[in-house]
């Protein structure tokens, strides 16, 4: 077995000469070289969190996808829950090693190496290269479809297609102050659903929408309405601009309506403005006790009547989880979930687990087919760790006077 330190420099140069959709190739090559790796593969978490897909590497040389999992109660389902590398002896000798790839946060898969032996050295170097594996996809799924293609297990209609392009490209996101994620389970009928994150120098900005009707075309009012909030995003604007040039868009363009709610929260301060526009009110988890959050409701985005958006606001405080919902985690069988206790229950699990459970739940409950999309994000508030004896505003986390 050849062994030496992991240079990643010379990882990330080989990764980048080579064409962008063998980034697997390159990490098995780099395994089988140092440490004379027998079987490397990439097993990719599909989109709704509940299979994997293995893309295995013979020889250096990607196999192609292959063999797709159920991933519940699965040695990989505890190595991306604990996201720590899981070791075990092989009936045929040797060690299989499981080690989470993941991007803060994002659990994109797991690297399963076969080795004859390793000691603490060499398991320790296996994580550094699964690490750089998931920099390495992260930059070269822009340039192929195989990891687009490799997160689906079931064929995807015209819809689905467009609606999955309207979200961010991770589903789950690690700060100092803060960790999200959220999951989106698509109706058999495509139901509008969308959500959205983004973070600058001193804001996260976050959002939830719900585009009225079904199938493509509520997936084009999506595109709309996602178009709209991200250029008045990007210009700069606030929550409350947004809300307006949104509202705008589908109002010059007649398309149809959608609820949302638009959230601008504050780095340095947990304070968060809100705007409802005709969407389920969310649910804040805060020492032990869960309870809605009663914002005002404004009109949905798109109504052809006088609206006026408020600006209302949040104080968070560390220890917070607040969880956005659209009507398909509440309404028909997922009415059968009682989604205060659940997001109770399972308040000790990381953002990313809880977002699995509770989807989980909803189309449990639903047989397994949803008449509309559930979809939910969770943001945990943990404030600004760096600077720990730094005062904090006791304000309560019931909403203001809402601002005009």
């Known amino acids: ?54 893309l295995a590497a013979v020889g250096g040389r990607t196999a192609g996808l292959g063999e797709v999992l159920d991933l519940k109660d699965s040695v990989y389902d505890g190595v991306l829950q604990s996201q720590s590398q899981h070791v075990e002896g092989e009936d045929q000798g040797g060690l299989r090693v499981i080690t989470p790839v993941s991007n803060r946060g994002d659990c994109i898969g797991v690297l399963e190496v076969t080795l004859q032996s390793a000691d603490d050295t060499v398991l320790r170097q296996v994580r550094e290269a699964a690490h750089a594996l998931a920099y390495i996809i992260v930059t070269d799924r822009r340039f192929t479809d195989l990891y687009h293609l490799g997160r689906r297990t079931t064929e995807t209609s015209l819809a689905a297609e467009i609606q999955h ?11 100092e102050q803060f960790t999200l994620a959220a999951g989106l389970v698509p109706a058999d009928d495509i139901g509008g659903d969308t959500y959205d994150y983004t973070l600058d120098r001193g804001t996260l900005h976050l959002s939830i929408t719900d585009a009225m009707g079904h199938d493509t075309n509520s997936a084009l009012l999506a595109t709309l309405l996602v178009g709209a909030l991200r250029r008045s995003r990007r210009s700069g604007c606030d929550a409350l601009k947004q809300a307006h040039d ?22 340095d301060t947990g304070r968060c403005d809100v705007v409802n526009a005709g969407h389920p ?78 989807t989980a739940a909803v189309l449990g409950a639903c047989h397994g087919n949803l008449r509309d999309d559930a979809t939910v994000l969770i943001l945990d508030w943990h404030g600004d760790r760096r ?18």
């Open 1 to 54: 077995m050849v062994g030496g330190d992991l240079e990643l420099g010379e990882l990330l140069v080989a990764a980048e000469a080579a064409p962008p959709n063998e980034s697997v190739d390159v990490v098995a090559h780099d395994l089988q070289k140092r440490f004379g790796a027998e079987r490397v593969s990439f097993l990719f978490v599909d989109l709704i969190g509940q299979r994997l897909v293995r």
């Open 165 to 175: 392009q309207l979200l961010p490209s991770a589903p789950c996101c690690e700060a």
């Open 246 to 267: 949104a509202h705008q868009a589908l109002l010059s363009h007649g398309r149809g309506l959608a609820t949302g709610q638009l959230l601008c929260v504050d780095l």
């Open 281 to 358: 009110r969310p649910l804040l988890l805060r020492g032990g006790a869960v309870d809605e959050v009663h914002l005002a409701v404004n009109l949905p985005f798109g109504v052809a009547a006088p609206t006026s958006y408020r600006l209302q606001e949040l104080q968070f405080r560390p220890g917070d989880r607040l969880v956005l919902l659209t009507d398909g985690m509440q309404e028909r069988g997922a009415a059968a979930v009682d989604l205060a206790s659940l997001v109770r229950d399972t308040r000790a699990l990381h953002p990313r687990e809880a977002v699995r459970s509770l």
């Open 387 to 404: 600077r720990p004896g730094e005062s904090r505003s006791s304000r309560s986390g019931v909403p203001q006077r809402p601002r005009h």
